[in-house]
């Protein structure tokens, strides 16, 4: 998959159309196309914004890859909506028991 994709993708995802996109980061709706398609290539600062509304890293965007500790960064973060505090506080208790459950296995 190429940059052009990959921006597609995150846009897909994130639910915008290619002027929804465009308006947000300032640059006109062909413009997005062009970047998209392989056409053209977006400068830096036009790929920052990009990340940025996309909540993607540059790396992401750049080569494709996650680095592994951004997949497990976010990985406690998805999808949190509409938990309560009590239910938060209950999913870091047993990461935390996960963990330590984890290191004494090493040890053994």
């Not at 897909?12 to 392989?38: D, F």
């Not at 290539?41 to 996650?66: C, F, H, M, N, W």
Request: aromatic content about 8%; some cysteine; proline content about 1%.
């Amino acid at each position: 998959m190429d940059l052009g994709e990959r921006l597609k993708l995150c846009r897909e995802k994130k639910g915008l159309s290619q002027k929804e996109a465009a308006e947000k980061i300032g640059v006109k709706n062909n413009t997005l196309s062009n970047y998209e398609s392989g056409e053209r290539r977006p400068d830096y600062e036009t790929l920052v914004r990009l990340a940025d509304l996309y909540e993607v890293s540059l790396d992401y965007l750049l080569t494709g890859k996650i680095r592994k500790e951004e997949q497990n960064k976010n990985l406690f973060f998805f999808d949190m909506e509409g938990l309560s505090e009590q239910e938060i506080e209950e999913i870091k208790k047993h990461i935390e028991f996960i963990k330590w459950k984890a290191k004494q296995e090493r040890r053994n």
